[in-house]
């Protein structure tokens, strides 16, 4: 994966040449601001894999939070593969998605592109394509799950393949969307979390007192809601931007 361009489009040689004004002590304006989320982001990330990577680092299946398919051998393998790769996606896209990386480590922002790629989201949605459609949450949570892939490896690959071929813009908008269904992953817990507390009170009148089936509930509108709502967010994120470019234009024309 090489480097992503400004939000102008221009290639790697032209934003090298045309950097911001530095601050006293070689600070770029906003470099600050970018950490206010970024280092947020990562704080985010590792709880989350600290949280979930245990039970998986002893290769031992009865300690999957998931139930495995005893009748299907490689399921626990893929499964394993799938949350492996997907932590590496999780934390090489925090990097991918620091401006001040990709803009002063290029070198740096192509080898995480790579990690981000051929060890994280490739192989991550390979293995997930054969897992989802096994899915112990039935057939919607399989449905939600499977068209997550579907999804997030064309538009991973779509990235990559605007990197290759030098279309930079078009690589940041491609890696917006693919890291925007990466964190999928974790939106899904905030959300399941959220539609318990909502539907909660209806525990003694709709679900008759049953809480495994509330959770259940709450697990398949988490899973379609965490890859969905991201992705109109990511598109709303870059149609936002796409405004912004044609005003300055304007302007500029005008001027």
């Not at 917006?176 to 525990?203: D, E, G, H, K, Y």
Request: aromatic share 10%; proline share 7%; charged share 15%.
């Amino acid at each position: 994966m090489t480097i992503a361009t400004d939000t102008a489009g221009r290639g790697p040689e032209e934003t090298n040449r045309e950097r911001r004004p530095e601050r006293p002590g070689g600070q770029r304006p906003g470099t600050r601001r970018q950490l206010f989320w970024v280092v947020p982001l990562l704080i985010v990330m590792v709880g989350f894999l600290a949280y979930s990577l245990p039970p998986y680092l002893g290769l031992d299946p009865s300690q999957s939070r998931l139930p495995v398919h005893e009748t299907f051998p490689p399921y626990y393998v893929l499964l394993v593969t799938h949350i492996f790769c997907g932590s590496v996606a999780l934390l090489t896209g925090c990097l991918q998605m620091w401006p001040w990386l990709r803009q002063r480590h290029p070198r740096v922002h192509r080898w995480s592109g790579r990690l981000y790629f051929f060890a994280g989201c490739f192989p991550a949605g390979l293995a997930v394509l054969v897992v989802a459609p096994m899915s112990s949450t039935g057939l919607v949570g399989a449905v939600g799950n499977t068209m997550l892939a579907v999804l997030w490896l064309p538009i991973t690959i779509a990235g990559y393949r605007a990197a290759r071929q030098r279309r930079y813009g078009e690589h940041r908008k491609w890696m917006i969307r693919s890291f925007a269904l990466t964190t999928s992953i974790v939106l899904n817990r905030v959300w399941m979390v959220l539609w318990i507390v909502i539907l909660t009170p209806s525990l003694d009148t709709t679900y008759g007192g049953d809480m495994d089936a509330l959770i259940h509930d709450a697990t398949l509108v988490s899973i379609w809601l965490s890859w969905v709502v991201n992705l109109l967010v990511a598109e709303w994120w870059l149609q936002r931007g796409n405004r912004a470019r044609r005003r300055a234009r304007a302007v500029a024309a005008r001027a």
